[in-house]
């Protein structure tokens, strides 16, 4: 084993669009793991717009800001080193939050055990899948038959969103996304009926034409204007779910609001709801089941890009939130 490996740091924070100057990457010593510690090899780490947010100072998420000057956080999977103390033996597959590094010192019961054969890949472990089943079913509690909007369709967490409503008997799943050639993919590759695209023209003229029967179901990973055309075309009783805000996260720190005539709402009988995975973790081993079912019989695909090497993870960063790739964006360490 080496002595030494690489973390990210954040190097400053963003005043704009991000950027790689924004991070350093620094040589350090492997920890040594104490009782109760188990030091991981990782072999993958997950970058998600969540991360944008968490380089301001101050949020709203209910996450830890990253710190300047010290290695930033985020989901990871690798093969357990050594746990003293522990039942985690050397090789195992496990699961935890400190990625942007090589190597991590996690205190053991932070760690979760994987199973290495419930997934044909353990880079799906990093999925966004929890989130994506949480939104339809808790959240905008897709029924056969429903026509669902999925804003922000082509990220990690909606473009398994829409399959998910299709297996749920969705009859017309319409995503919105910010360019042709992501909405020729989501179509042709990932189940979606329809595609509207930001800076296209007005969302609501495309999704009155996509959905000439309004909507039933909606799962919000955007807001702003999005999430005004939902409200504008949204049938009695539909469920709207607000499971992101890209147009904030995104938008070089203006926040993007969505006025709502309540009149309006609640003579259609409109549900409007927040979801937060932290309020849903039970659905984590049910979603990987899920997954590994679905993977292996091909009623659902991962969609996903890989970067190699963790020199590469800021770029991995600055390109999800340039809107570069489609589906989750994993490096491999
Ligand atoms: N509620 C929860 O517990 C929970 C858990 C996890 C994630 N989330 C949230 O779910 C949302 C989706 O997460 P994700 O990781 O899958 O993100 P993501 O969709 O992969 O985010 C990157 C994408 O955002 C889109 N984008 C960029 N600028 C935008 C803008 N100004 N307006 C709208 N879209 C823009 C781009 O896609 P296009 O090029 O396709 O537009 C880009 O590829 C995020 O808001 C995240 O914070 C919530």
Do not use: C
Request: overall charge negative; proline content about 6%.
């Amino acid at each position: 084993m080496t002595n030494t490996h690489r973390e990210v740091r954040l190097a400053a924070r963003p005043t704009g669009p991000v950027t790689d100057d924004l991070f350093e990457i620094a040589e350090v010593p492997v920890p040594e793991p104490g009782p109760g510690q188990v030091l991981v090899r990782n072999t993958f780490m997950g970058v998600a717009a969540v991360m944008r947010t968490l380089m301001d100072e101050v949020t709203s998420v209910p996450m830890p800001s990253f710190v300047v000057g010290e290695a930033l956080h985020g989901p990871a999977v690798g093969e357990v080193v050594a746990a003293p103390g522990s039942d985690l033996k050397p090789g195992d597959l496990v699961a935890h939050r400190l990625g942007w590094r090589e190597y991590s010192l996690v205190d053991a019961a932070q760690v979760q055990r994987l199973d290495p054969d419930l997934l044909p890949d353990p880079a799906g472990y990093l999925s966004q899948g929890p989130t994506a089943l949480m939104g339809v079913d808790r959240g905008a509690e897709v029924r056969p038959g429903d026509t669902v909007f999925v804003t922000g369709a082509a990220g990690g967490v909606g473009s398994l969103a829409g399959q998910i409503a299709k297996l749920r008997g969705a009859a017309r799943v319409i995503g919105s996304t910010g360019s042709r050639q992501k909405a020729d993919r989501l179509i042709k590759e990932f189940g979606y009926d329809a595609v509207v695209i930001r800076g296209a023209g007005p969302i609501e003229e495309q999704l009155r034409a996509a959905a000439p029967e309004g909507i039933d179901a909606l799962f919000d990973n955007v807001g702003g204007e999005q999430l005004a055309a939902a409200l504008a075309v949204a049938n009695r009783g539909a469920r709207l779910a607000i499971v992101g805000a890209l147009a904030t996260q995104l938008s070089d720190g203006s926040r993007t609001t969505t006025e709502i005539d309540t009149l309006s709402l609640l003579a259609r009988s409109i549900t409007m709801r927040g979801v937060a995975l932290y309020d849903h973790l039970d659905l984590v081993p049910e979603w990987n089941r899920m997954f590994g079912q679905g993977l292996r019989d091909g009623t659902l695909t991962f969609p996903h890009s890989r970067l190699h090497g963790i020199e590469e993870a800021p770029r991995a960063l600055r390109e999800l939130t340039q809107g570069r790739h489609l589906g989750a964006v994993l490096v491999e360490l």
